[in-house]
């Protein structure tokens, strides 16, 4: 049972930064992947970043990748998504998500996931 919370969204201009955070709870948690998924108007819902306890394995869409970082602290039961450079595509609900027993961080997909945050709105005006 795991249970995420995200928080920091909001309006930004283009070329802002924006950091958000998804403190999480639950049953071993710290030792599953975390991934952030976001779902823009009219479209599906997109991988954006994961990240592996177990070594601090990362990876990233070639949408965001130089310009998102995604981290955690298990000391705080918290994930992070640090975002720099924002687009007008950028924008989007964003959610954190996660699997019981799931380690991996290559070929995400939302179908993977049955642990979800409710999300947090992320705009970010041209």
């Known amino acids: 049972q795991v249970q995420l919370v995200e928080s920091g969204g909001g309006l930004v201009q283009a070329g802002g930064s924006l950091r958000l955070s998804c403190a999480a709870s639950?049953?071993?948690?710290?030792?599953?992947?975390m991934a952030w998924f976001r779902q823009a108007p009219g479209k599906g819902r997109e991988f954006v970043a994961a990240?592996?306890?177990?070594?601090?394995?990362?990876n990233y869409a070639d949408s965001v990748k130089g310009r998102f970082t995604v981290s955690r602290d298990n000391a705080k039961n918290t994930v992070y998504l640090q975002m720099n450079s924002l687009k007008p595509e950028d924008t989007a609900v964003y959610y954190c998500?996660?699997?019981?027993?799931?380690?991996?961080?290559?070929?995400?997909?939302?179908?993977?996931?049955?642990?979800w945050g409710k999300g947090t709105l992320v705009t970010v005006s041209s």
């Open positions: 998500a996660t699997r019981s027993y799931y380690y991996s961080v290559y070929n995400l997909s939302s179908s993977d996931m049955n642990y």
């Open positions: 639950g049953r071993t948690f710290s030792s599953y992947t």
């Open positions: 990240i592996r306890w177990s070594g601090g394995i990362t």
